[in-house]
């Protein structure tokens, strides 16, 4: 039996068996002089940072030794899931260090937003999470819009100290970091990596310059988020990669509708309403008779309403139903990693389903 081979590049245990853990490094790479672990290689090599999800109490044991540093936080939200993305309890783990928030994916959301009412509701429902942040910022990762600001910003924040980067898994932390960089002329060439000191779970260390660095931190993983209930092939289509163009619904009451297999929402009471309906533009909606749903469901689940695929309808929950009175206009049916429903009138009363273990809440409308 051979003792525990660590990383060189982020100190993780090496092993050869599931790719998709930390430390992973195919048979091959064992009989070199210097062993790194995939991600490690990737980066290094192909300037390429890769997620590894981390369970919870790992992830917050080892965000806890920033509270004992010096630096600025940066926190990656998924501005189409805010509430499936944000960290609650960060301001906890980050002692007095100042936090920038950063709604990432701001390409998908519908042009008719006013970015202004966007960074105001991050800002207060980031603060409603306990988490008073320095600044907000909106970028696309993807499409390189907002990153030059934002590194001004990381600039002036950091008053020359480090920087870390947090978020969840999915939330695009390492194109953000990929782009960051290449965007910063000049480090392109110089990443290294090296482990924090303290922990053997891989913070991936990125000098900025002769004294500090930017630190990325494996990405958290929050069990009521709609991806850890969806396969990879399901999750490409739930989530949005370009412009989400709304769908309008006229219901009267007793109407249902069904999101591919994945959520439903029942309009139970209320006037005729409209219901808009934001979400990846390659699922489709479906229209039913509410007494007619729960058959609809059972018989056609993962065919007509889809997703899930066939394959993986069985990893999927149960729908359990939520039951919300809306009383105000202009207020948005949130589900948790999949998108929204604006209704425009309150005075209505609704039943959204959702897999057990997913998040339903409402919010003010941000449209």
Aim: proline letters at 5%.
């Amino acid at each position: 039996m051979m003792g525990e081979i660590q990383c060189q590049g982020c100190g993780a245990v090496i092993q050869t068996t599931n790719p998709e853990e930390a430390g992973y490094a195919p048979a091959s790479a064992l009989e070199r002089e210097d062993i790194i672990c995939k991600r490690c290689f990737r980066l290094k090599h192909y300037n390429e940072v890769q997620d590894v999800p981390f369970q919870d109490d790992d992830f917050l044991e080892m965000l806890n030794q920033i509270s004992d540093t010096k630096g600025l936080v940066v926190q990656l939200v998924d501005i189409f899931d805010f509430n499936g993305s944000f960290i609650s309890g960060l301001k906890r783990l980050t002692g007095n260090n100042p936090v920038i928030l950063v709604g990432n994916k701001m390409d998908v959301l519908p042009k008719s937003v006013n970015h202004g009412k966007v960074k105001h509701w991050l800002k207060r429902s980031a603060k409603e999470n306990g988490l008073e942040v320095e600044d907000v910022y909106l970028i696309s990762a993807e499409k390189n819009q907002g990153i030059q600001q934002l590194s001004q910003a990381i600039e002036q924040y950091r008053e020359g100290g480090d920087v870390y980067v947090v978020g969840t898994t999915n939330v695009g932390k390492s194109t953000f970091i990929n782009t960051l960089i290449s965007n910063t002329s000049g480090v392109k060439d110089a990443i290294t990596t090296s482990y924090f000191p303290g922990t053997t779970l891989g913070f991936i260390d990125i000098p900025l310059d002769e004294t500090s660095s930017l630190y990325d931190t494996p990405g958290v993983i929050q069990r009521h988020q709609m991806a850890h209930y969806v396969s990879d092939k399901d999750l490409k289509l739930i989530t949005p990669r370009k412009e989400v163009k709304p769908k309008v619904y006229q219901l009267n009451e007793e109407q249902t509708l069904f999101v591919g297999g994945l959520a439903r929402l029942d309009f139970e009471t209320g006037e005729r309403s409209s219901f808009v309906c934001h979400f990846s533009n390659e699922l489709n909606i479906h229209r039913t008779k509410l007494e007619k749903a729960d058959e609809l469901y059972e018989n056609h689940l993962g065919e007509l309403l889809s997703p899930p695929d066939p394959d993986t309808m069985t990893k999927l929950p149960p729908l359990k139903g939520h039951t919300l009175k809306i009383k105000e206009d202009k207020t948005d049916i949130v589900f948790s990693g999949l998108g929204w429903v604006t209704v425009p009138e309150g005075g209505i009363t609704v039943t959204a389903h959702v897999p057990e273990g997913v998040k339903v809440s409402l919010r003010e409308s941000l449209i």
